[in-house]
């Protein structure tokens, strides 16, 4: 996946984790905070107001690289405020955890994360502490040169080729782009599925769904080998225009909906579809090739390239990548995610789409 930082700061490197402790086989790894089933390319900017736990989340992203530099960038702050605000609840959110564990109270870290960030927080000091960790502390804090830009995205569109899925095992797939949804909780996406069943049979279908609703299925017929482009744009006020055409039946789809969106991010995404709180596992679906990749930001029309885009990998319970994108091609538009051998499971923790 590709990610935008929320804020549309550059990488920081928030914290150095402690080494691992030992652990117990099929643990946590220590310090390893994650954010699973997103395989996308993402853009989201900083819109002049300062969510803590948006920005909270967002730097969860950097800290599962222990090793990693810092990351240097030649552009500097443009809000000295903002700027402050990112790094001062980096450092709270990081003092909040060791105090959680220390005094073994979850609560501890409730102002300086979403809900969702919360809950993962949780699940990261109650693996330390079943793996044998007696203590965690902040070794060392570095920051980079901080970007905060503004702006506003009111559409975005893909063409991607629909998955020929396996059908050894069951599972399921969505690829789709969407409007908003990275650091908020709204959420205007459109795209394809293929769900396997124990059977064996293989449904595909088109859908479209607005959070906090769920998704619905539209009656746009796709298929292994279609080439689909799906197009979200913001016509005026809340109303939203959602395309869905099949390029190879030249059949089509279009709806226009009402919906009151942050219109903080743009996103291109190829993941493991979500069921209440819970991801189902990533079928075998090969690889996906995107292309026409772009949104539109302040009214400007912006490849992925352009746009600044950056990678996710989606990983599994055991921190192994189960589906990785690539970099995105010459053309500033066109990337593939693909599905590796790595074994992919039902997890906790989703939060996109629900078949």
Do not use: C
Request: glycine share 8%; proline share 5%; net charge neutral.
């Amino acid at each position: 996946m590709f990610e935008g930082d929320p804020t549309a700061t550059t990488p920081m490197n928030p914290i150095a984790p402690p080494p691992p402790p030992a652990r117990k086989s099929g643990g946590v790894p220590a310090g390893r905070l994650v954010a699973l089933g997103l395989l996308a390319f993402a853009l989201a900017a900083f819109t002049g107001r300062v969510d803590f736990g948006s920005l909270v989340s967002t730097a969860r992203t950097y800290v599962d690289r222990p090793a990693a530099p810092a990351v240097q960038t030649n552009t500097s702050s443009t809000d000295t405020a903002a700027v402050a605000a990112v790094k001062d609840v980096v450092q709270r959110a990081n003092e909040a955890q060791i105090q959680a564990f220390t005094r073994n109270d979850p609560t501890f870290m409730r102002a300086t994360a979403t809900t969702s960030y919360y809950q993962e927080l949780v699940q990261t000091n109650q693996s330390l502490q079943s793996s044998g960790a007696q203590s965690i502390a902040l070794t060392k804090l570095e920051w980079v040169d901080v970007t905060v830009s503004g702006g506003t995205f009111t559409a975005v569109t893909a063409t991607w080729t629909v998955p020929a899925v396996s059908t050894t095992s069951s599972g399921a797939d969505a690829t789709w782009v969407g409007i908003g949804g990275l650091t908020s909780n709204d959420l205007l996406q459109a795209g394809t599925q293929a769900m396997v069943d124990g059977s064996g049979t293989v449904e595909y279908s088109s859908w479209i769904e607005m959070l906090p609703q769920s998704s619905r299925n539209v009656p746009l017929t796709v298929s292994a080998g279609d080439s689909v482009t799906v197009t979200i744009t913001q016509q005026s006020g809340n109303d939203w225009l959602i395309s869905i055409k099949n390029n190879t039946t030249k059949g089509s789809y279009s709806v226009t909906v009402q919906y009151s969106s942050s219109n903080s991010s743009a996103e291109w995404v190829q993941e493991a579809p979500s069921v209440g709180r819970g991801l189902i596992s990533l079928d075998q679906f090969g690889t996906v090739q995107f292309s026409g990749a772009s949104a539109i930001r302040d009214g400007k029309t912006m490849s992925l390239s352009a746009l600044g885009a950056k990678a996710i990998t989606m990983i599994n319970g055991q921190g192994q990548a189960i589906a990785q994108p690539s970099t995105v091609s010459s053309d500033g538009s066109s990337f593939t995610v693909a599905r590796t051998e790595a074994t992919s499971t039902p997890q906790t923790g989703g939060r996109r789409r629900r078949p």
